[in-house]
């Protein structure tokens, strides 16, 4: 009964996703603490909307600037200040309308977008969100998370993960107060899709297409660079324990780009950082020696004789790749040679070996079912219709 509660729930979000969600809104330049931005009409036309009030109605080329004033956001055209505002709105007039977005403090990289823009504050910086299309969106996402060279059948598995992600998180967090992020600690998204139309159409061909469980809940569809040879288990990583993020051996991220990682740390710091942590490290001639560490699977924690630190610790506070890796000392005792395997969390999805799955032949619900365990790629409206009925 209590499965049966969870799953009608699911499928009535579901249903109102379906009829709220064909547009999602995106935080861009997340991480960055922007001061002033400049907007370029690239295709198209925009319509600039302040606090409610129509302002001026923006041809191609047409340039727009923001800058934070206190609690506010003076505005400018290329001639004429056009006042301070708390609110934005650039929207879309023609069908096909791309803009520009490039931060000017601090400087970065243009990037350009489907869809709407909003600008307001938070916390004395530009808050920017980019009112876009779902499949404008996962086009975008699956461009920056994959680049333009990867096999169809990748792109195929990329979209249908990456929209999984999203309905879940739309679903968990409610479509009014869900928050996206454009970097790695959600999906990336760093610009519209424009350098592979195949792309563009993977997501058409998989459109509404997401995976869920035995109890028709979408996964939560993480996934990272490469496994290094062998998944994680969600619990390694973090604290609940999924029936489908269960460790797989994935022979197919062996010998790709981020198969491998190499650094080095001194012998002084490791011991440092490990008492620092509560090991009780043995001295003497031979302690380096002794700070052999070789595991031969994927561990969840690194030991030394009866004492434990966490693996995702030790990658976090040195800024390792993964927290699976082996440890020698260098001829001499004063330095450690860590090898690593793997880039990422390694829960999930490994975007190498899924890479190489597809360049393989197998298709995207191969590579689907081979990294998460017992799912099902359903169409999202078909279980809409079974709550209908």
């Known amino acids: 009964m209590k499965i049966k509660h969870i799953v009608l729930v699911v499928l009535i979000a579901f249903a109102a996703l379906g009829a709220r969600a ?3 809104r995106v935080n861009i330049f997340s991480q960055s603490k922007i001061k002033t931005l400049v907007f370029t009409t690239d295709e198209g036309k925009y319509s600039l909307v302040a606090d409610n009030r129509m302002l001026m109605r923006l041809k191609k080329n047409a340039i727009i ?3 934070i004033v206190g609690k506010g ?32 403090v601090p400087a970065l990289k243009p990037r350009l977008y489907d869809g709407d823009l909003k600008v307001t504050t938070d916390g004395g910086n530009l ?19 994959a680049g333009p060279k990867a096999p169809y059948e990748y792109y195929k598995t990329q979209a249908i993960i990456s929209r999984t992600y999203l309905y879940e998180k739309i679903w968990r967090e409610g479509v ?7 970097d790695v600690s959600h999906q990336v998204y760093l610009n519209r899709c424009h350098r592979n139309s195949l792309i563009r159409q993977a997501v058409s061909h998989t459109t509404d297409l997401i995976i869920v469980d035995s109890t028709n809940t979408p996964i939560t569809a993480v996934f ?21 993020l269960k460790s797989v051996i994935d022979t197919f991220s062996i010998r790709q780009h981020n198969s491998i990682w190499r650094d080095t740390v001194s012998v002084d710091r490791w011991i440092k950082y490990l008492q620092n942590n509560g090991i009780k490290i043995v001295d003497g001639k031979s302690r380096a020696a002794n700070l052999v560490y070789s595991p031969t699977s994927r561990d969840r924690c ?34 450690l040679d860590f090898t690593g395997y793997g880039y990422g969390h390694g829960v999930g999805l490994s975007q190498e070996g899924a890479m190489e799955m597809a360049r393989r032949n197998y298709s995207f619900l191969d590579i689907i079912n081979f990294y998460y365990k017992g799912v099902r790629v359903v169409n999202i409206r078909n279980i809409e219709r079974s ?3």
């Open 224 to 244: 990272h660079s490469n496994s290094g040879g062998q998944t994680a288990n969600s619990e390694d990583v973090w604290l609940s324990s999924l029936p489908y």
């Open 176 to 182: 009014e107060k869900y928050s996206l992020m454009d």
């Open 387 to 389: 709550v209908e009925r």
């Open 65 to 67: 600037y923001f800058t």
């Open 127 to 145: 808050k920017i969100e980019n009112y876009v299309d779902v499949n404008d969106y996962l086009s975008g996402v699956v461009e920056s998370e």
């Open 22 to 24: 064909e547009t999602v």
């Open 73 to 104: 956001i003076s505005v400018w055209d290329q001639d004429e200040h056009l006042g301070i505002f708390s609110e934005l709105y650039l929207t879309a007039s023609t069908r096909k309308s791309i803009f520009k977005v490039e931060p000017a």
């Open 302 to 335: 690194y030991r030394y004789m009866t004492d434990t630190i966490p693996l995702k610790k030790i990658r976090a506070d040195f800024g390792f790749k993964s927290a699976w890796f082996s440890i020698s000392p260098r001829p001499g005792g004063k330095v």
